[in-house]
């Protein structure tokens, strides 16, 4: 199976930071990586799939890359409506692994 | 608009059954594969199993942790995917969410999500 290491699982930062999370494959998954946002109480929204490609309707403020083994998900201006938790998902290989989230509040 | 609206959950013994129920609407559910995620309280996010669609002859994916308990099957008359869930353990409590799953570069990738239903497996 393949192993997903999120970091760091915990970040404090201030409206209008920029914000980077990363994500680490045990293996080698080229770009099979969604990252989801959880607020609390809800279910998951994809925002980004395939490493890069902006799911519709999110803003252009979240960015991915990456490739093979190590992945980020960058939040350009922290927004008050970003503070939430977020999970990398990698779609390469069965079974379909989490990372083990990174929960973003408010400094 | 896509909805997915799960159902079903509850409380139930240890060693007890408990049919959950996804029920879709606002697309063309045949064309789609669906996937099973769940989230222990307070936990991060397991994906359960997987059902591809007829044109893949609506086979199954399932997480180790829960192969041969859990069963995923679907009704596309019904715009409904199911997860049957035997020999219930206390870990198996969660949130259960549906997704439904798009195609994009030959890989199919949950792009929406139901609201969830609550499984508590306790005596």
């Known amino acids: 199976d393949i192993q997903l290491t999120q970091s760091p699982s915990f970040l404090s930062a201030s409206v209008g930071d920029r914000v980077t999370i990363t994500c680490r494959a045990s293996?080698?998954?080229?770009?099979?990586l969604a990252w989801y946002q959880q607020k609390s109480g809800k279910a998951p929204k994809l925002l980004i799939y395939?490493?890069?490609t902006l799911q519709s309707g999110v803003p252009s403020r979240f960015s991915g890359s990456g490739s093979g083994t190590e992945f980020t998900l960058t939040i350009s201006s922290l927004q008050p409506e970003d503070f939430a938790s977020y999970y990398c998902q990698e779609i390469k290989s069965y079974p379909l692994t989490f990372g083990g989230g990174t929960k973003v509040e408010i400094k | 608009e896509v909805q997915l609206v799960e159902s079903g959950g509850g409380l139930v013994q240890p060693g007890g059954s408990l049919r959950l129920s996804c029920a879709a609407s606002g697309f063309t559910f045949s064309g789609y594969y669906m996937d099973w995620v769940r989230q222990a309280p307070g936990k991060g996010l397991e994906w359960v199993g997987r059902s591809r669609n007829k044109a893949n002859s609506y086979t199954t994916e399932y997480a180790a942790s829960v192969n041969g308990r859990f069963t995923i099957s679907r009704d596309d008359s019904k715009n409904s995917v199911y997860l049957q869930m035997n020999s219930l353990k206390t870990e198996d409590t969660a949130v259960y969410y549906c997704t439904r799953d798009h195609l994009y570069s030959d890989v199919y990738w949950p792009d929406y999500w139901g609201q969830g239903t609550l499984v508590t497996v306790s005596s």
């Open positions: 293996q080698g998954i080229s770009t099979y």
């Open positions: 395939a490493a890069s």
